[in-house]
């Protein structure tokens, strides 16, 4: 699979966020990408569009990320899931890998962590 196959759903609560990783996606050749404000339009957009991949922030209003996390992969076991996070990681970290997350990136998220994620995923 090719990263521009790819399909990702980027779900965070900011704006500025979603914008700046849409943007790097972009630059590694991804060319669908759907956006998701909360955990709750995560999950419903998740169920619509199938996407191979999910960048998840994990503090977030109506739903967590955690929270969507289970709630997706109650829909899809193999969904691949990865959580964001710059505020108490260790618990947050540990709570996202039991509920069975892909990955979990550091937030600020650079360049080079996501590039070698979509590499990881279209292998």
């Known amino acids: 699979m090719s990263a521009e196959s790819l399909k990702v759903l980027i779900c965070d609560d900011s704006m500025f966020v979603r914008k700046k990783l849409s943007a790097v996606l972009n630059k590694c050749g991804v060319e669908s990408i759907s956006e998701a404000t909360d955990g709750e339009q995560a999950v419903e957009m998740f169920k619509k ?4 991949l999910v960048l998840m922030d ?5 739903m967590t990320g955690v929270e ?11 969904a ?3 959580m964001a996070s710059s505020v108490g990681t260790q618990e947050n970290l540990k709570e996202a890998i039991t509920a069975g997350a892909f990955d979990f990136l550091q937030k600020p998220i650079s360049d080079a962590q996501l590039e070698m994620l979509i590499n990881k995923v279209s292998r």
């Open 58 to 62: 994990i503090v977030m209003p109506k």
């Open 80 to 82: 691949r899931v990865v």
């Open 49 to 52: 569009e199938r996407p191979d």
């Open 68 to 78: 969507a996390l289970k709630a997706i992969l109650a829909e899809d076991p193999k």
